[in-house]
């Protein structure tokens, strides 16, 4: 994407956004130079905790797998980023139904563009912090049967949520929604391994993104789960969760985990 002088309403190509900066960092083209530097400057300030961003998008596409493979066939995604390959949809088929939410007017757009005729996936502009607005959605209401078991993905997604937001407040609304049997995919970025300095060191880079930025620690995280049964491994670095591939030391950074609605 270049900076062009057409840009579609509320997008500002001046301040780096977490959607398009993870764009970059999964390797892809919809970002801006103010992106590319700014992540740039994190990338080089993490070696020594792997890549999260990567480490992240395989722990999502393990959970769906092994969910689609318990028969799980709805799927509300939210904070979804921009599209990638393979999507959810791109995972499920035809046959499953899902939902991609996020406040980033380029993630959607991108998202309706590629989504254009599919007629059981789509993609919607809106704020999890208001998840009523979310779940009573008409789009949301037409695709998702919340009086059946749903898989609602959140990855790497609360750190970018403040406190005075109240991430706990925020999945109870989402919980009370959904059927038993449901499942919750979430990861977040945390600062357990690191020294305090390496987290003041992040810090003073966050500070140039649109989005504050919250990093938790592993108690934070694991209440984020209150009302589901975490599945094994429980919550772990994301290349800890049921790995597919030897990996030599676990890309520290991302806690991730999925739960079950009891
Ligand atoms: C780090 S990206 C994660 C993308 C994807 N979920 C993944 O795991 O690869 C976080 C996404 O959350 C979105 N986001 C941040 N705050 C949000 C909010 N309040 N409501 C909806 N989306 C939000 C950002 O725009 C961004 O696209």
Redesign the pocket.
Known sequence: MTEQAWLPHGVDAHTP???RV?DYA?GGKDNYAVDRRYAQKLLAALPAIGRP?VE??KF?QRAIRSLLSTGVRQFL??????P?RPDVHDMTGPEARVVY????PV?VVHFQAVLSGNGSAAAIH????RPGQILSHPLVTEFIDFEQPACL?????FQ??TDE?DPARILREFREALAPGSHLVL?HATHEGMSPAQAEALYEIFEELR?PVTLRGRDEIGRLFDGFELLDPGLVFAPEWRPDRPYPTPTEMVLAGVGRKR
Request: charged content about 25%; proline content about 0%.
């Open positions: 956004t977490d959607a993870h999964l961003a992240n998008e999502a995604e939210i904070g979804c980023g921009l990638r939410v996020d406040y980033d993630a809106a704020d999890v912090t993905l959140m990855t790497y997604l970018l949520i937001d990861s989005e």
